[in-house]
């Protein structure tokens, strides 16, 4: 990389991170060191090819969701949780709408990562579900079925989503 | 409200937690790139505290080829003379068809006393170690010889200090017989650079061997292999003496952060996060400190000119890559292709209206023949009207044999 692409990547980066650590963040489901890990390999991985991206932003996104996909496949067996359990921890302290949130983050973070992936492309960064597709490099079928899985499970690993909203089926998946 | 809305609320919300860490672009950019930006005869005049000897014949040293450095522990030598010691000249000595060159490249104000070619050691399946091996200029026998250390350093005036491993527990300075006087150090060190004037090393150390890295193929590193910076080390030269101090890498720093002196030695720095702020700055006793004036401005390894008039800088336009700054009046001159070549990189001033550049072979209006990492050094006029070719081209400056220059004041 000579000095002009090194620029070009210096400035890149400097843009973008705050957004693309966002992203790492939740594929992680809000581990901090995780995430660091998931974007610094993601840009060690767009320098080696930096002269051939075209979009070094859309890039990085996937090579990051990817990257999430492939972990989940190497760690499928003890990472999938199958059965439903209520979160660690005891909820209840503050208000309801916190309660919630609370609980819909560490519903989040026990997903795997490819459900989660699934749903933060789909309402994190509101793609369709053929984008959300393109970017996981799977089938529409894929991306609606997990995404219904996903919203599944964490219906049933935080319970309380459905009281005091109205929640109306699947009908958007 | 659907669980859809509850879960792209909450996303949306979690993600404003994230923290984004500085010195990303840094380490993706990886280990040989990230240090290797010095200032090179900073204050104009600077007085060096080590005495220069008289034209001096270096020794067993450098006796040629493979052969082993005749080391010894020596009393203190503090008016050693340089252990390449260079005659003055008026005239650039050059070797534009050798690469790496074998005879001498100096202009009357700088020298390349050393170069080292890069490449790496796997050490299991999914890690390397990045090694240079170091050629040190002989005068003697005119012409660039094989040494045996891990790490080199050259202070103006052919001063030369060593270390014989990546993590080293002493630190040697080369005498101009080819004896090593070594300084025994309190932490191991993994890199030596001599304060401007020449009286200080400062060596930086690490909990493990920060040359060590993820085996890197297409996809980028297999692993991303974490090393903590302990702290520095200052030895004054003349007496001997060597005081660490503890310093971790800044908070959100990320990857390997070697350290550097400042133009004129009072401070230490290591690289900063963003284009504005390439350095951040401590004092000699570990505490952070405000930047000098434009020292903190650019990546440009060449950085500011002998007199700090002039500052090396990434060219704001398309028409070039490197620039010259005018640091009274802010002025920028683009350095566009001049003489068949486009100019890359900014790597040494010499005096205050040369620079020496990496430039590769100019094809068309905007390319390089071959590719942009088909590079040699070549002297340029500050004002960019001129060039004198001082290398022959390496053939790709991205790949293991790659040559790199070690430039100081003559």
């Known amino acids: 990389m000579d000095a002009a692409a090194e620029r070009r990547f210096r400035d890149f980066v400097a843009a973008r991170s705050p957004a693309l650590m966002r992203l790492a963040f939740l594929l992680t489901g809000g581990d901090q060191h995780a995430a660091e890990d998931l974007l610094q390999s993601a840009l060690a991985r767009t320098v080696a090819r930096w002269r051939a991206v075209e979009e070094p932003e859309a890039y990085v996104r996937q090579v990051m969701y990817r990257q999430q996909v492939s972990l989940w496949r190497r760690v499928a067996g003890s990472r999938e949780t199958a059965v439903a359990h209520l979160p660690d921890g005891a909820v209840g302290d503050g208000t309801h709408a916190v309660d919630v949130r609370l609980l819909v983050r560490r519903a989040l973070a026990r997903l795997t990562p490819r459900q989660r992936a699934v749903l933060v492309l789909r309402y994190f960064e509101d793609l369709s579900e053929a984008e959300a597709a393109a970017v996981l490099g799977c089938s529409v079928g894929t991306v609606r079925s997990t995404a219904h899985r996903s919203l599944a499970k964490l219906r049933a690993l935080a319970p309380e989503l459905a009281e005091p909203y109205d929640v109306i089926g699947e009908a958007s998946v | ?410």
């Open chain 2, 1 to 410: 409200m659907t669980v859809e809305d509850v879960v792209r609320e909450e996303l949306d919300r979690w993600a404003d937690e994230a923290r984004t860490p500085s010195g990303l672009a840094d380490r993706a950019l990886g280990g040989r790139r990230r240090r290797r930006t010095r200032m090179i005869a900073v204050i104009a005049g600077a007085a060096a505290a080590v005495v220069v000897g008289a034209l001096a014949v270096p020794g067993a040293l450098r006796g040629g080829g493979e052969q082993t450095a005749i080391v010894l522990a020596g009393e203190g030598l503090t008016t050693d003379g340089p252990a390449v010691a260079l005659p003055p000249s008026a005239e650039v000595s050059a070797d534009p068809d050798a690469s790496p060159p074998s005879r001498l490249v100096a202009t009357p104000e700088v020298a390349m006393y050393a170069y080292s070619v890069w490449d790496y050691e796997k050490v299991s399946q999914s890690r390397q170690v990045f090694r240079r091996t170091w050629y040190l200029y002989n005068p003697a026998a005119a012409a660039y010889e094989k040494t045996p250390w891990a790490v080199v350093d050259v202070a103006a005036g052919g001063h030369v200090a060593v270390l014989e491993e990546q993590q080293a527990s002493r630190v040697g300075v080369l005498s101009p017989t080819g004896r090593v006087r070594w300084v025994e150090l309190e932490h191991p060190a993994s890199t030596v650079e001599w304060s401007p004037d020449g009286s200080r090393l400062l060596l930086t150390g690490f909990a493990s061997n920060p040359y060590e890295q993820g085996v890197v193929d297409e996809g980028g590193p297999s692993e991303i292999v974490e090393h903590v910076r302990t702290g520095f080390t200052v030895v004054d030269v003349g007496s001997g003496e060597a005081r660490f101090r503890a310093l971790e890498s800044a908070p959100g720093q990320m990857g390997v952060t070697m350290l550097g002196w400042s133009g004129d030695g009072t401070l230490i720095w290591e690289p900063g996060p963003t284009s504005e702020q390439t350095k951040l700055f401590y004092d000699l006793q570990g505490r952070p400190h405000g930047a000098p004036p434009h020292e903190g401005e650019t990546y440009q390894e060449a950085g500011l000119s002998p007199g700090r008039r002039s500052l090396a800088v990434d060219s704001p336009g398309r028409g070039a890559v490197v620039a010259v700054k005018d640091v009274a009046s802010g002025t920028v001159t683009p350095l566009k292709p001049v003489a068949g070549h486009w100019i890359e990189q900014a790597v040494a001033w010499s005096g205050d209206g040369k620079l020496v550049t990496w430039a590769c072979e100019q094809q068309g209006a905007a390319n390089c023949r071959v590719s942009e990492f088909r590079n040699r050094l070549l002297l340029v006029d500050a004002d960019g009207r001129a060039a004198v070719p001082l290398t022959g081209f390496r053939e790709n400056s991205e790949n293991p044999g790659a040559w790199e220059p070690l430039f100081a004041r003559r």
